[in-house]
């Protein structure tokens, strides 16, 4: 279980991984910037044809011919849309009479503009290669594939960001760790630099006892940490800031707190003063300035 102090680390580990994705939203860049063409083609035509609409709309009465008759007067744009679209002249309108009639409303049998159906052939072939790629040839990420492969880089970004945001705790933001890894860590680092004055299992030697309800300089955890990384050399305590990383210096702060009452043989008499933790709070600084004295 992850130390209560790197909690928010985490949360912004995650923010940060998300937007350092090369990807938008689910969508690989090359996805995205082929929809954003497709959107941008659809606006396009669309907008063509309002634009036509509006020449249809702003047709012009011919002086000549019966009274109230109609005609469009064809622009060079209107040639061209007809040509794309092969309209066929309004002389062979009967031809394509299919006889139905719906309250004035004939029906003609019209074939689809050929811009269409070379996009409806488009899109046949496309879905053709999409499954030959993604599901027989499997040589491209499926979208649930492409979501893990992101989630996995996340991970391993989310790690990096807390392993290197570890070393921005100090005596202002620590809380005690209660992770197996981490006590396991900090009795290590403790064994190898603390127990030659404070005993193997903190009973004291040199230095004071670490087990009992009596400390020289605070016994929170933001005291202990703060004993650790400056010291008291003036009382024979040097300070680890230059040996030990500020997550080593959590690990064995939160290592001492933890054997606290483990009351081991042959334990050194109490020194300094009593020490109780408050009802819920156990990062608390001392008024004489935080430091184990005990280290």
């Avoid at 092969?86 to 309108?93: A, C």
């Avoid at 979208?143 to 880089?153: D, G, R, T, V």
């Amino acid at each position: 279980m992850a130390a209560p102090s790197f909690a928010q680390g985490g949360e912004a580990a995650a923010t940060a991984a998300a937007q350092t994705t090369s990807s938008y939203g689910a969508l690989s860049e090359t996805t995205f910037y082929f929809m954003v063409s497709v959107i941008a083609l659809e606006l396009l035509v669309v907008f063509v044809l309002l634009y036509q609409l509006r020449v249809f709309l702003g047709k012009t009465r011919t002086k000549e011919g019966v009274a109230g008759a109609k005609e469009f007067k064809l622009k060079p744009a209107i040639s061209v849309w007809h040509k794309l679209n092969k309209f066929k002249p309004i002389e062979q309108e009967a031809d394509l009479d299919l006889g139905h009639d719906y309250d004035g409303i004939r029906e003609l049998d019209n074939r689809l503009p050929p811009w269409w159906l070379y996009g409806f052939y488009i899109s046949i072939l496309a879905a053709g290669i999409y499954i030959w790629r993604y599901h027989i040839a499997q040589t491209a990420p499926l979208s649930k594939e492409e979501y893990q492969i992101a989630m996995n880089e996340a991970e391993v970004q989310k790690a990096a960001y807390l392993k290197k945001s570890a070393n921005n705790v100090d005596e202002s933001t620590i809380k005690k760790l209660t992770a197996a890894a981490d006590l396991e860590a900090g009795q290590k680092v403790f064994s190898q630099n603390c127990a030659a004055c404070h005993g193997k299992a903190g009973e004291g030697i040199v230095g004071p006892n670490l087990t009992d309800d009596y400390w020289l300089h605070g016994g929170g955890i933001k005291d202990v940490f703060k004993t650790i990384k400056y010291g008291w050399p003036e009382k024979g305590m040097r300070s680890w800031k230059d040996d030990l990383s500020p997550m080593q210096i959590a690990q064995v702060a939160s290592y001492i707190k933890s054997i606290h009452g483990s009351n081991p043989p042959n334990g050194k008499p109490k020194q300094g003063d009593l020490y109780q933790e408050e009802v819920g709070k156990t990062d608390s600084v001392s008024n004489k300035g935080t430091e184990v004295s005990k280290n």
